[in-house]
């Protein structure tokens, strides 16, 4: 019967009727939810927007994918006051030889850093040039964008080829057609060589922040060359000057990408790979990086995140929620009289009950639609201003109207109710 009631024309015509004789105070009290809402969806579009740059750039290594990476350990004492010292360190052959035959590996992808210096005639950039196996672009899930990849013929012809990152192909080649070009790679034991451009990657938005996505390289700025190439040009050795002396690193490779056979092995497979490395090595000269590990810490932290900017954000829904009840409480006793008469002419209590409750549906979902558009409004302004990409949730904007509704409702039930139970007699006589 009450439901009825509330969905009847008249009703509501008369709600409507009474909220525009208060143009003011309907809107300030509407406003709590409006700002309410406004910021739930705002609040959760931007930490939306956060934790999918990090898993982005997490998933961009690859969930069945453990990285061994070449670490440099502390120098010593002896070394740093040394005008010349060669260090020696991070993975070996041998130990690509160990994981390669442990169980659930599907392939294995090797990676050598011969430089950092690239230029195109006057142009020069700071990069990174490595040595790769043609698999490299599949096992790390990197698109081609334009030309082609690496190939095994590349290798076995020991070819002066290379893919350049998007980044790399921007600096070098600002108007230009990078294809078919001759970059040079300048290296301190071997001097400029020259390799020609074959590929160039696609633009990754994420790899790279913060921190290089996460112990991921900025992939916007690498050199691809063949593995062969690299170990026949530059050898193991890299040498590095910096304040009057002179530093001789030997790796023999900076990174190992091991690509298990499924998902459910991963994490196995970088336990079995941490004895492995833990057995030849005397010193801490690697780390282990298990993407599928990050990636689930990080949605952890993402849910977690969203329970407390939506909690955070709840607030001002429940502050907006107490405003239409206090609003509706004065109105109940500015309307006393008008409630005596009407129950007087035959108005039964649900009735009053209706007549109030469609006046704070009304101001709540009103204002649960003006806030949606409000934050989504804020999000993009965050967007534009500080270049933060934001992602509305769809959910979350559900969510925030349907509890804008059901707190509206809920906080206008009592005056309803209030002024349904006001003896008929002794609100006539209300003054």
């Known amino acids: 019967m009450l439901l009825r009631t509330l969905l009847s024309r008249e009703l509501i015509g008369l ?43 997490i ?53 050598r850093d011969v430089a950092s210096d690239i230029t195109y005639g006057a142009r020069r950039c700071d990069g990174t040039v490595l ?47 990078p294809l078919g070009k001759t970059v040079s790679v300048i290296s301190r034991s071997t001097g400029p060589v020259p390799y020609e451009v074959v590929g160039v990657l696609g633009t990754l938005v994420t790899a790279g922040a913060p921190a290089k996505g996460i112990g991921a390289r900025n992939i916007n700025r690498d050199v691809y060359i063949p593995l062969s190439v690299a170990d026949l040009r530059y050898g193991d050795v890299k040498v590095k000057a910096q304040s009057g002396s002179r530093e001789i690193k030997e790796v023999q490779y900076s990174d190992v990408y091991v690509n298990a056979d499924a998902q459910e092995n991963v994490l196995g497979v970088s336990k079995s790979i941490e004895r492995v490395m833990r057995h030849g090595h005397r010193q801490l000269d690697y780390a282990i990086i298990v993407p599928l590990e990050l990636l689930q810490q990080a949605e952890q932290s993402k849910k977690i995140w969203q329970i407390v900017l939506g909690s955070i954000a709840g607030i001002s829904l429940l502050v907006g929620g107490i405003g239409i009840m206090n609003i509706m409480l004065a109105s109940v ?42 934050g989504i409004g804020f999000a993009s302004v965050v967007t534009w201003v500080v270049n933060w990409e934001t992602i509305i949730p769809w959910w979350g904007v559900i969510l925030s109207f349907m509890v804008s509704a059901v707190v509206g409702v809920s906080f206008g039930l009592y005056p309803a109710r209030a002024a349904a139970g006001l003896d008929p007699i002794e609100a006539l006589r209300y003054e």
Request: net charge positive; aromatic share 4%; charged share 25%.
């Open 59 to 111: 998933r961009l290594l690859g969930s069945e994918n453990i990285i061994v990476r070449s670490v440099e350990p502390p120098r010593s004492e002896e070394a740093s006051e040394a005008q010349t010292f060669v260090r020696k360190y991070g993975i070996k052959l041998e130990d690509i030889e160990r994981i390669s035959q442990l169980p659930h590996v599907k392939e294995l992808v090797k990676m």
């Open 131 to 177: 040595g790769t196996t043609e698999n490299f672009f599949d096992v790390v899930n990197v698109r081609v964008a334009r030309g082609r990849g690496l190939t095994p013929l590349d290798a076995q012809r020991h070819s002066k080829v290379c893919v350049i990152g998007q980044e790399v192909a921007r600096k070098l080649f600002v108007h230009g057609d």
């Open 333 to 374: 006793t500015e309307r006393t009289r008008e409630i005596g008469i009407r129950r007087a002419l035959g108005a039964k209590r649900y009735h009053i009950t209706a007549q109030f409750l469609v006046e704070t549906v009304i101001l709540s979902v009103s204002g649960g639609i003006i806030g949606i558009i409000v």
């Open 15 to 57: 709600g409507l009727r009474d909220l525009r004789a208060h143009q003011l105070r309907s809107f300030l009290t509407a406003l709590g939810m409006i700002f309410g809402v406004g910021a739930v969806i705002c609040m959760l579009a931007i930490g939306e927007g956060a934790s999918a740059e990090q898993l982005e750039s």
